[in-house]
């Protein structure tokens, strides 16, 4: 890895890459990542309990949400056509899976690029991770897959953009050999201690019950829709269409 720095991440494509920075490029909900709504004032508590501070924590769940939503729609819907669509026989011929020794060598190296293919960022491939796994990718495949949210088209998309296409090749590169590598030391960490689970993960609850989880849902449910209320009423929809604005100090 320090070679690969030593002979690639020359100063020249530092500089350039500094230079492409400096020219404030925007991306999407910029007006989010400069919105400063942080109250100061009193103890924490104070601060969550004030009328200020809740305007502040509504803004700021929906905001989140409306950067994201699309994401982990994707995720889902991706994760579903996949386990729907693709037999589970393929998934194992791809994964090698017959093959114990060549899988786990296979899984590190074809997880990263399953992830740039299927564009899901950390809030929307788990679901992926789990049809992946029961499809016969290698424990250390899925944990490659999962590191991989670092290197999703629209992350690499947001590298280009800022520093350039030759770093963000750079970072492509640098990142794909460490998310392979530590996904290789993680499996035999983690078969060292025997604890690889089986093959048994759930993309969804097959049923309807009611359980803890159903009860937690109702309330975060009802605590969502106080939020929501709160942001419509305290000129927050105004404020979303102006998120993805170019921030004047840009």
Request: aromatic share 12%.
């Amino acid at each position: 890895m320090m070679l690969l720095f030593r002979r690639f991440l020359t100063r020249k494509l530092v500089s350039e890459a500094k230079a492409q920075a400096g020219k404030g490029v925007a991306g999407r909900m910029e007006g989010h990542a400069a919105m400063d709504m942080s109250v100061t004032k009193g103890s924490l508590w104070q601060r969550v309990t004030s009328p200020a501070g809740f305007t502040a924590i509504s803004h700021y769940f929906v905001m989140d949400w409306a950067a994201i939503w699309l994401d982990i729609v994707g995720g889902l819907l991706i994760a579903g056509a996949i386990a729907v669509f693709v037999p589970k026989d393929a998934w194992q011929a791809f994964f090698l899976a017959d093959q114990p020794v060549w899988s786990k060598v296979w899984g590190p190296l074809v997880g990263p690029l399953i992830a740039v293919i299927s564009f899901v960022c950390s809030v929307g491939n788990i679901p992926l991770a789990a049809v992946l796994w029961n499809g016969g990718l290698s424990f250390g495949g899925v944990i490659s897959f999962i590191f991989a949210d670092l290197i999703v088209l629209p992350i690499l998309n947001i590298y280009r953009k800022y520093y350039g296409i030759k770093m963000m090749s750079f970072l492509l590169v640098t990142f794909y050999i460490a998310m392979a590598a530590a996904a290789f030391i993680v499996e035999l960490a983690v078969a060292a201690l025997r604890a690889i689970p089986e093959r048994t993960s759930k993309v969804v609850e097959p049923s309807l019950s009611w359980n803890y989880t159903t009860w937690l849902n109702i309330a975060f449910l009802v605590l969502a829709a106080i939020l929501v209320l709160r942001f419509v009423r305290t000129g927050g929809p105004k404020m979303l269409h102006m998120m993805n604005e170019v921030p004047k100090h840009v």
